[in-house]
């Protein structure tokens, strides 16, 4: 099995939701933890509340939209606790549009936050990890990228191109110890999934369902392939009462 003691992990849209579910199971399978959003308050809530259950983390906030600050962000995880062993793509950006309504605009912010960056993260730590032959990349994807949802046009582009950048790094890194994969929830019970009109948060997935997948992934055998794309449904329709 797979120990994260001593690693560096990097968790993107960690302020809440998905990414502070993962990064306080990161931090309590022994990663120290970078949290990286553009809410400085909430990033230092989550870091707190690691701290507090004995982890190690440390909040930066970080526009992911920004070159400079994305680099700045590489930059102090690098000096304060290291270079990352693990790298969680979790922030997304969505609006609920069909083409013909997404502006140019839209779609240049959706693509920027849920592929650009995830790219330029990917592209800047995977040389270290090569070097030490361990890396773990987690991108967090959607249903939206395993089908399509035409009310969902620029994410649900975006989320397939993530789909398709995280296959490039898995095949590319077969004998070097490092793994990739993309997690593809359906509906999650985070601010994102309010934006969808019409649904039942009720039959939603929880944070946990997702955390859970990320953790159990982490942990497994070198030996051991699975995805990259990792489908994570309901089992209850959730644009149903």
């Keep these: 099995m797979t120990t994260l003691a001593d690693r560096v992990a990097l968790v993107t849209g960690a302020s809440s939701g998905i990414g502070a579910g993962l990064a306080a199971m990161l931090a309590a399978e022994g990663a120290r933890v970078v949290l990286a959003a553009r809410r400085g308050k909430e990033l230092e809530r989550v870091a707190a509340g690691i701290c507090r259950a004995g982890g190690v983390a440390l909040p930066v906030v970080t526009d992911l939209a920004d070159d400079d600050s994305m680099a700045r962000l590489l930059m102090r995880t690098s000096a304060e606790l290291g270079p990352v062993d693990v790298l969680v793509n979790n922030a997304g950006f969505g609006r609920w549009k069909p083409l013909e309504e997404t502006s140019i605009a839209e779609w240049d912010h959706t693509f920027a936050v849920n592929v650009r960056a995830a790219a330029y993260l990917c592209a800047a730590v995977l040389p270290g ?105 309901t089992m209850r329709n959730p644009m149903t009462a």
């Design 129 to 233: 990890m090569q070097a030490r032959r361990f890396g773990r990349v987690i991108n967090i994807g959607s249903e939206a990228g395993a089908a399509i949802v035409p009310g969902l046009a620029a994410y649900c582009v975006s989320k397939h191109a993530l789909r398709a950048l995280t296959e490039v790094i898995q095949d590319a890194n077969h004998d070097n110890g490092i793994k990739a994969w993309v997690i593809c929830p359906g509906f999650v019970d985070t601010e994102m999934g309010e934006v969808v009109p019409g649904a039942n948060p009720l039959n939603f997935l929880r944070v946990s369902d997702v955390v859970d997948m990320a953790r159990y992934l982490i942990r497994l055998d070198y030996n051991v392939k699975l995805g990259p794309e990792i489908l994570i449904r």
